[in-house]
């Protein structure tokens, strides 16, 4: 076995622990995201309730958009992990 080879093999499984955890992070960092934005939302649902509809429709928005940055990350960081 040579040393190129060798080389080769441990970058490929160091490839696929970062993926790993690239994608853990995106993940996560969307978790916190929608939260926050639910969380917020429902503060200032409870201090103006008229405004209720329209808050709820933009959280909504906003977090759709959110989950698909997450989602393109995810796919990206499995790409790379498979690479």
Same mark, same amino acid.
């Given at each position: 076995m040579?040393l190129l080879?060798?080389l080769?093999e441990?970058?490929?499984?160091? $490839?696929q622990? $970062?993926?790993a955890?690239g994608a #853990?992070l995106?993940?996560?960092?969307?978790g916190l $995201?929608? #939260?926050?934005?639910g969380?917020?939302?429902v503060?200032?649902m409870?201090?103006?309730?008229?405004i209720? #509809?329209?808050?709820q429709?933009a959280?909504?928005?906003a977090?759709?958009?959110?989950? $698909?940055?997450?989602?393109?990350?995810?796919?990206?960081?499995?790409l790379i992990g498979?690479?």
């Amino acid at each position: 076995m040579s040393l190129l080879s060798i080389l080769l093999e441990v970058s490929g499984s160091v $490839g696929q622990l $970062g993926a790993a955890i690239g994608a #853990g992070l995106a993940v996560f960092g969307a978790g916190l $995201g929608i #939260g926050k934005i639910g969380g917020n939302a429902v503060e200032a649902m409870a201090r103006q309730p008229e405004i209720a #509809g329209n808050l709820q429709t933009a959280m909504i928005i906003a977090a759709a958009l959110i989950e $698909g940055v997450a989602l393109f990350a995810v796919v990206v960081c499995l790409l790379i992990g498979l690479k």
